[in-house]
Structures are given as structure tokens and as C-alpha cells.
């Protein structure tokens, strides 16, 4: 029943979103696997469009927050309100406590505004004073990152990137897509927007998650995931180019995402075991945020995807 409700939810994001099936596709999978997704791309490619039709696909609430130089981190968390009627402190909930958060240009909140979000991130909790308040169990973040504007931004701590399951790069779209896009926001604006048929609850979602995580997994897939982010430690051990372009490899969380995502990906195309070209489909968004290039990448010209190909390629698969 799950698999169906998103195969619908799916169609439901893909008409809302058009020409962008690989973002939707990321997006359940970032679901599915319980994660946080950092999309870098222009303004107006439907990142909040897309954010706001999952949520209600999904039974669940959401909030978008524009980070700015002046946000702080009660903007994000709450704070305790004085109540003269009562004399007392009570607490006013915060965007946080919603299910999905759309953080949009997250790198232009300085770092504390930073660290309170890394804090939601990573322990599904957030502390003010004294007191430390549990958030939503589906509680999933979509930050975003403007690349063609870096003035007054302060870039986010490895600390926290690592904290994103993946590392989407967003891209304009074709020309056939864009009249399509334009017939459909005046589609929109004349008879309003469709919506989803019945939306998935979140137990639905639950029981699909523990799905994902049953599935069956070959010990040499396992192993070609561990290789694959071993390669980025010990790069000499398959190509010196790769040595000399990377500075930093990832982390042991970048072995548990890649076999999350792999394994969410092998249920979208409803399997019930993970192929090594699971691994591959998801290798580039899981690791993209995770490396840390050399100086000589950089005057080589190389970028972090010519480096993942490279690792892909020279890394066996079973």
C-alpha cells in the first residue's frame, strides 16, 4: 500500500514540478531515508513549489524561513513569552517545530543562527535556556544555496554540510519544459492548483522507511559502499590524480547515507534488494558536500563531480 501511495505522490510532485523528475526523485528518497537535502541552484527553479507540494502529498505541516544577516536563533527555535496574567514563562513554538522546513539561502544566517539549525538537525531537539524540547518524528530540512551571489553570505561549517544527506545542484530547464511551465501557472491562476487525491499519512510513511531499511542488502554491495568511501581517504590506493585532487575525504556518516539513499532508491523502483547501480545513482548527490578538494584540484581546473566519476570508475563494482 506505501509503494503505491508514493508511486502517486511521485506523479503528484513530478505534475507540480515540472521538468525537474531527478529533484522530485531525491526529494522521496531524502523521505524515505530520513534526511535533510541542500539544493544549490538560481531563484525560480520551484524549490519552495516542490517543498510545499510534498508536504501536501504528506500528512504534515510546513514552513518556509528566509535566512538573512539579522535572523536569530529564537527566530528559528522559539521563545519563552512572558504571560503577566499568569505570571509564569510559556514557551512559543518556533518554524522548527513543524514537519518540513524550507531554509532558504541558509548561508546568509550567521553562525549561531547556524548552529541552532545544526543542533535541529542532528538530534531532532532543540535547546532554549534551560529546557530542551523534542521535535516532529517526520521533521526533514531543505536548505537552499544561491550560487551566483556570495556577497554577504558566511558558508556553512563542515560540521553541517555533513549533517545533509545530499547535495542537490538544480539546473534551468528546456525550452519544451518552460511553455509547459507556463501553461500550467496559468492553468493554475484560472481554476487553481490541483491537488493530491489522498495524501500519504505518516504512519504510511513510517511503515515505508522500516521497508527500505528490511531490505536485503548482498555483502558485496555493502563492501563496494565501504570502498567507494574509502576511496576518498586513501585515494592513492587507485589513482594518483585522484590522490593529488582530494584534500579531505568523507566521513563514516557518508557510508550510512549512501547505503540509506541506495537502499530508498532500490524501493522507488520497487526491489527488494539493492544493486550495485542503486549505489551509483545516489554516489554523487550522497558525496558532493563531503569532500574537501586540494589546492591542486582547484588549480587544475577539476571539479568535485569530475572527482566522484573518477572514483566510480576506478573503484570495482560486483
Known amino acids: 500500500m506505501a509503494a503505491k501511495q508514493f508511486r502517486a505522490l511521485q506523479d503528484y510532485l513530478n505534475h507540480q514540478v515540472l521538468g525537474q523528475k531527478t529533484f522530485t526523485k531525491n526529494l522521496l528518497i531524502a523521505v524515505l531515508a530520513d534526511g535533510h537535502l541542500l539544493v544549490e541552484g538560481p531563484p525560480g527553479l520551484a524549490k519552495t513549489r516542490a517543498v510545499n507540494a510534498l508536504a501536501q502529498g504528506i500528512e504534515g505541516n510546513f514552513h518556509r524561513v528566509q535566512f538573512t544577516p539579522d535572523l536569530l536563533p529564537a527566530d528559528l527555535t522559539g521563545t519563552d513569552i512572558y504571560r503577566p496574567e499568569t505570571g509564569t514563562f510559556e514557551f512559543q513554538q518556533g518554524p522548527l517545530f513543524h514537519n518540513l522546513i524550507l531554509a532558504d539561502e541558509i548561508n546568509r544566517a550567521p553562525a549561531k543562527v547556524q548552529s541552532a539549525l545544526l543542533e535541529a538537525m542532528a538530534e531532532r531537539q532543540i535547546t532554549v535556556g534551560q529546557k530542551t524540547y523534542p521535535l516532529p518524528e517526520l521533521f526533514m530540512v531543505l536548505a537552499t544555496q544561491n550560487p551566483l551571489e556570495q556577497e554577504g553570505t558566511y558558508p556553512l561549517p563542515e560540521a ?13 530547464p528546456e525550452a519544451a519544459t518552460e511553455r509547459e511551465i507556463l501553461r500550467l501557472t496559468r492553468g493554475e491562476s484560472l481554476s487553481g492548483s490541483a491537488k493530491m487525491p489522498e495524501p500519504l499519512t505518516q504512519q504510511q510513511l513510517f511503515q515505508a522507511r ?22 576518498t581517504r586513501e585515494p592513492s590506493r587507485y589513482n594518483q590524480a585522484l590522490a593529488s585532487w582530494i584534500g ?28 550495485p547501480d542503486d549505489v551509483t545513482a545516489v554516489f554523487h548527490n550522497v558525496l558532493r558536500h563531503r569532500i574537501i578538494l586540494s ?11 569530475h572527482v566522484l566519476d573518477t572514483i566510480v570508475e576506478h573503484v570495482p563494482a560486483p
Open 160 to 172: 553541517q554540510l555533513d549533517r545533509f544527506l545530499m547535495h542537490l545542484s538544480l539546473g534551468y
Open 210 to 231: 522500516r521497508d527500505v531499511l528490511e531490505m536485503y542488502l548482498d555483502e558485496a554491495v555493502e563492501d563496494y559502499i565501504v570502498q567507494l568511501i574509502i576511496a
Open 248 to 275: 579531505y575525504g568523507a566521513s563514516p556518516r557518508a557510508t550510512i547515507a549512501l547505503e540509506r539513499c541506495a537502499r530508498a532508491n532500490a524501493w522507488l523502483h520497487e526491489r527488494d534488494y539493492v544493486t
Open 295 to 305: 589546492y591542486q584540484a582547484e588549480a587544475d581546473g577539476i571539479n568535485i563531480d
